[in-house]
């Protein structure tokens, strides 16, 4: 498994930062650098049918069946290019961790920079193994570049062992996942799979089918500047106006105090001055009821500043990102849930299938017509300086995904 290790290690060299800001597809140009390195890795190993849409930065590749048309169903793996806006991702300088002793890691001695396990108490359980880490400087890119090196590992097992019985397999590398724009461009027939996998998640035996229903909301808020030795009753603050509406928002629905299937608002950007203000969030919940309740009380909490301060003081702007992909999954394709349940167990890896608190390109796909659920990729503290992998976890996950493309 050298090889699954060598290739993420290069793939996390490689700078894909996505962007927030950017109205462009892909949102940034550098996230081309790795589709094209996919793109000649996939040709190298002898993938059939392999594209790279130069444009909007997808790259798609076909194992072909090797058991005679017996599994009529294309399964596909797919797994995102790009890296959280979060934290940067340029000059990664990543090493390996091996016999990880269970205690504190410290990834930057200038710093000092030290990932201690009173913060993350999980790194306790993978004493023992060998972990990839950053030096706390950049995120490590483990989401989803782990997600892609399992890929593309199982993808030349496959190849270069045709006696191994198999249907025909898709493969799919997107970019701009991490901004919610991760699908917008997939052609569903060039990715041809009737069923998918996408493989981003967590921790050893993660198995996801549950997702937030998700909205973004921004409130622009428009103020009016008085000399403040004269404001009485005149001046209306808008940065000020921006903190009132938060501060509607109760600290139990926050995600810093939310967890399992409990909702939340995130505050993601607040700028301002007197004049001008604006203030954003992302909305979350897995369930659809409460979810359209917090988007009406987004609305009404909108209306309240315009009554307070007039019409036209607050205007909101709210778009939904995507929904809960359990409704898709559970209509007839939870054999994809169970059959990655019973391969985890017969590879001896415990299945932990648990909603996710966030989303994956698969969300969206499952109502595309693509049912999709989410797979494990062995990486923790994503979007962090204190991101990590575990070898020996991802090795395991590239067994996951044979025994998968595998299964009838």
Do not use: W
């Not at 209509?331 to 990655?340: P, R």
């Not at 391969?343 to 595309?368: C, H, K, N, W, Y």
């Amino acid at each position: 498994m050298d090889q699954l290790l060598n290739r993420f290690l290069r793939y996390v060299a490689v700078d894909t930062q996505s962007s927030e800001e950017s109205t462009a597809s892909p949102t940034t140009a550098k996230q081309h650098d790795l589709a094209k390195v996919l793109t000649e890795e996939l040709r190298q190993m002898g993938a059939s049918d392999v594209f790279y849409d130069d444009v909007h930065c997808y790259v798609y590749a076909k194992i072909p069946s090797t058991d005679g048309g017996k599994q009529t169903k294309v399964k596909g793996f797919l797994a995102h290019m790009d890296t959280s806006p979060e934290v940067t991702d340029t000059n990664v300088k990543a090493r390996v961790v091996r016999d990880y002793d269970g205690g504190d890691i410290v990834l930057n001695e200038e710093g000092p920079i030290v990932m201690k396990t009173e913060d993350f108490p999980e790194l306790r359980e993978l004493a023992g193994k060998s972990l990839v880490v950053t030096d706390g400087t950049t995120l490590l890119g483990a989401d989803d570049k782990a997600g892609v090196a399992e890929i593309m590992t199982m993808a030349a097992y496959l190849l270069a062992h045709p006696e191994i019985l198999h249907g025909e397999v898709s493969i799919c590398f997107t970019p701009d996942e991490e901004v919610g724009a991760g699908v917008d461009y997939i052609d569903l027939e060039k990715l041809g799979a009737d069923v998918a996998y996408t493989v981003d998640g967590g921790k050893l035996g993660e198995l996801e089918y549950e997702c937030f229903n998700a909205a973004a909301a921004t409130v622009t808020i428009t103020g009016r500047s008085v000399h403040p030795g004269s404001a009485k009753d005149k001046m209306i603050n808008a940065a000020r106006v921006a903190l009132e509406l938060d501060a509607m928002i109760p600290a139990s629905e926050r995600p810093e105090t939310t967890e399992g299937y409990e909702g939340f608002f995130h505050l993601t950007h607040m700028e301002g001055e007197t004049e001008k203000a604006s203030i954003s969030y992302i909305i979350r919940d897995h369930d659809k009821a409460r979810f359209l309740e917090k988007k009406s009380r987004m609305e009404a909490m909108t209306a309240k500043l315009n009554e307070r301060y007039g019409e036209g003081t607050a205007l909101l702007t709210m778009k939904d990102s995507y929904y809960n992909m359990k409704e898709v999954i559970e209509q007839g394709n939870l054999f994809l849930v169970e059959d990655a349940k019973a391969a985890m167990e017969e590879l001896g890896i415990v299945p932990l299938v648990q909603p996710i608190r966030g989303g994956t390109d698969g969300a969206r796909l499952s109502f595309m017509g693509v049912p999709c659920p989410n797979l494990c990729t062995g990486g923790g503290n994503f979007h962090s300086r204190f991101e990590y992998a575990c070898v020996e976890s991802m090795e395991s996950i590239v067994k996951l995904l044979i025994a998968l493309a595998t299964r009838g």
